[in-house]
Nanobody
Framework: QVQLVESGGGLVQPGGSLRLSCAAS????????MGWYRQAPGKQRELVAV????????NYADSVKGRFTISRDNAKKMVYLQMNSLKPEDTAVYYC???????????????WGQGTLVTVSS
């Protein structure tokens, strides 16, 4: 069974930095895209950043452009989110997501991690 496990969340002061990590494990044939989403209390889950595993091309939500950087390590099946200049409005549960094929003949399906809480507060 494919699993995504996030780590690196915590409490940080405004203006600070955090680095989130996401590890993919299990029966994985290929990963297409991996991304980070977040959900703040009372709000819908939103896309933060996404990276295409093969090419490394990236896309970001406007609210995090210039502050957050998504990256991947294909050999380790890891994706990272470096978050700088954090603001209180970045407070949310951050979820890792991957479009993953488990076999050469199967299609891609979305797999979600359990989430990691990021709190930006003084």
């Amino acid at each position: 069974q494919v699993q995504l496990v996030e780590s690196g969340g915590g409490l940080v002061q405004p203006g600070g930095s955090l680095r989130l990590s996401c590890a993919a494990s299990g029966s994985i044939f290929r990963i297409s895209n991996m991304g980070w989403y977040r959900q703040a209390p009372g709000k819908q889950r939103e896309l933060v950043a996404v990276i295409t595993v093969i090419t490394g091309s990236t896309n970001y939500a406007d609210s995090v452009k210039g502050r957050f950087t998504i990256s991947r390590d294909n050999a380790k099946k890891m994706v990272y989110l470096q978050m700088n200049s954090l603001k209180p409005e970045d407070t949310a549960v951050y979820y890792c997501n991957g479009d993953i094929a488990e076999t050469s003949t199967g299609g891609y399906r979305k797999v979600w991690g359990q989430g990691t809480l990021v709190t930006v507060s003084s």
